[in-house]
């Protein structure tokens, strides 16, 4: 199983982005999915989360300016991004629990995306 992540980049404060991330290999079914973010000189925090029936939550630093979706038919996650902060500069990580075809219950990260908010 492979997560492949896109849509980072360099954007002004209070500019917006949408980053993507699709799932491939031998997938059965995909439980919660995620977005996670490491700043420089911090430890991963989680932004984001989604599970399957698409109950969401949210990082307090995020609530009202990210919003989190997935495309069940295409594997993808997706989180949209307004109000960019410079404190929301980092490399982000997406992350799903996924039942691959042999029945195994494996957790797969992303290779992450960097987002980098400055002027």
């Known amino acids: 199983v492979q997560l492949q992540a896109s849509g980072g980049g360099l954007v002004q404060p209070g500019g917006s982005l949408r980053l993507s991330c699709a799932a491939s290999?031998?997938?059965?079914?995909?439980?919660?999915m995620g977005w996670y973010r490491q700043a420089p000189g911090k430890q991963r925090e989680l932004v984001a989360t989604?599970?399957?029936?698409?109950?969401?939550q949210y990082a307090d630093s995020v609530k009202g300016r990210f919003t989190i979706s997935r495309d069940n038919s295409e594997k993808t996650v997706y989180l949209q991004m307004y109000s960019l902060k410079p404190e929301d500069t980092g490399v982000y990580y997406c992350?799903?629990?996924?039942?691959?075809?042999?029945?195994?219950?494996?957790?797969?990260w992303g290779q992450g995306t960097l987002v980098t908010v400055s002027s």
């Open positions: 992350n799903a629990d996924v039942l691959d075809r042999s029945w195994r219950r494996l957790n797969s």
């Open positions: 989604i599970t399957s029936r698409e109950s969401t």
């Open positions: 290999g031998s997938i059965f079914s995909i439980d919660d």
